[in-house]
Nanobody, 123 residues
Framework: VQLQASGGGLVQAGGSLRLSCAAS????????MGWFRQVPGKEREFVAR????????YYADFVKGRFAISRDNAKNTVSLQIHSLKPEDTAIYYC?????????????????WGQGTLVTVSS
């Protein structure tokens, strides 16, 4: 199983990015998928999670309406649209799939992780 994340890059504060993650090796059409991020030297933190049906979505508090997670089960992909980027959003963003989660909670323990894509926001 592989999760290939893409879409990261260098962007100015206030800009937007769309991160994508393509899964291969198995289908996740009946599994949750999500995004985490990690700043070097800090712990990995939850960003967003979407259920298999897209009906149950949850975001970290710091998202504050700036991020939107979506998925395409036919393509086995999950995406993260990020608007109004801030320098503190600079991190490696990891996609994740499978595992367990709790509704209305940042609790999500994926079974699979992507390799990460770097987002750098300049001020």
């Amino acid at each position: 199983v592989q999760l290939q994340a893409s879409g990261g890059g260098l962007v100015q504060a206030g800009g937007s990015l769309r991160l994508s993650c393509a899964a291969s090796g198995r289908t996740f059409s009946r599994d949750a998928m999500g995004w985490f991020r990690q700043v070097p030297g800090k712990e990995r933190e939850f960003v967003a999670r979407i259920s298999w049906s897209s009906h149950d979505i949850y975001y970290a508090d710091f998202v504050k309406g700036r991020f939107a997670i979506s998925r395409d089960n036919a393509k086995n992909t999950v995406s993260l649209q990020i608007h109004s980027l801030k320098p503190e959003d600079t991190a490696i963003y990891y996609c994740a799939a499978g595992g367990r989660y709790r509704s209305r909670s940042t609790y999500y323990t994926p079974d699979y992780w992507g390799q990460g894509t770097l987002v750098t926001v300049s001020s």
